[in-house]
């Protein structure tokens, strides 16, 4: 028995409930009756805000894929050197995981069992090729190690990047934003040996 | 209805049957029929073998941990500067992970539910201390950079390295397990940029 409270979420509000339950309890493992728990409305209250939780799951990505191609339009990530641009939009990429952490967790967990999941599967991947052409161009310019496979790169920085998600917690108490994305930045372009 | 076969299983066979089901589903999301099935033989029969699913869970596990401790105990990993034995425990980490992936895979997705999944949480940590360890020392030797904080330094280079079992797949039509040993430990130890 659901003691249901006065409906007074915006779809900002109940989206951000909803993201909580996805990355808790998995996108599959959601029903609509869980929802109208952890929000504490009827599920028909729900459904006067949004048709069904594959639209929250669709505005939630999108919030998450809006944040990381907006870096791609940004004035640094488009003019200079390719290796000055993707140091920006590396650096980038963490600030939006970050400031955007339950939406980008739920977007890299996304497992594509449903439409809206493989079409963010699919701008994920379409994300990573802009990033990997970006490692590309710097390679050819010779800023960037030509030893190590684009697409391996691509890979491993991106690795690294999304591991954030399993610890960063914007708490005040752990690592400041600021103090991980130097790292990240520090890390990915030099490495973690000292010059000599 | 289960059409069981002759139950000709070693534990090790076994085993391998269960930590893929166990990758599949979910350790929480298996139960002992979906491991009949998976196996082909009755659950009297796995009984046989084991006491239940968590005695598998702690043998496949135990084996990815026993990979990953074992590498500390070799000799590269205790002579030398810590910035080489550095360097060689994260090759090893990852010839590790892609020789014993799914095993490796298994682990990292432990989350701490039952009691053979906190005491596999508490070996990781216990891992990642270990190494950070080394980390700590190769900066107090001069060797890695002081700018990056042991603990972040050591989070996102396990990120990275953890990683890989999203990706890596051993059908020999990928990338081999050389060359994204020697990408990481490029990566790493280096980063992106090419020296000017």
């Known amino acids: 028995m659901t003691t249901a409270k006065r409906d007074t979420y915006t779809p900002e509000s109940l989206l951000s409930v909803a993201v909580q339950v996805f990355n808790e309890r998995g996108y599959d493992g ?12 009827s599920k028909s209250s ?19 894929l809006d944040g990381l191609f907006g870096i791609l ?7 200079g050197r390719a290796v000055e641009r993707l140091e920006y939009v590396v650096r980038r990429m963490v600030e939006v995981l970050t400031a955007e952490l339950p939406y980008v967790t739920l977007l ?27 490692i590309k161009a710097a390679a ?23 591991s954030i998600v ?3 917690r914007p708490d005040g108490r752990g690592m400041g934003e600021r103090e ?13 040996r000292r010059d000599q």
Chains 1, 2 share one sequence.
């Open 108 to 134: 890299l967990r996304v497992r594509g069992n449903t439409g809206t999941e493989r079409w963010a599967l699919e701008r994920r991947r379409e994300f990573d090729h802009r990033v990997a052409g970006l």
């Open 166 to 168: 399993e610890w960063y």
């Open 180 to 192: 991980v994305s130097d790292a990240v930045v520090q890390l990915v372009f030099s490495g973690l």
């Open 30 to 41: 959601t029903s609509m009756e869980h929802l109208s728990r952890a929000a504490g409305i």
């Open 73 to 79: 339009d940004e004035e640094h990530a488009r003019g």
């Open 140 to 162: 050819d310019d010779g800023d960037v190690r030509a030893d190590v496979e684009v697409r391996l790169a691509t890979r491993l920085v991106f690795g690294m990047i999304n």
């Open 46 to 64: 729900i459904y006067h805000h949004v048709a069904g939780k594959e639209e929250l799951l669709r505005r939630a990505v999108s919030r998450a």
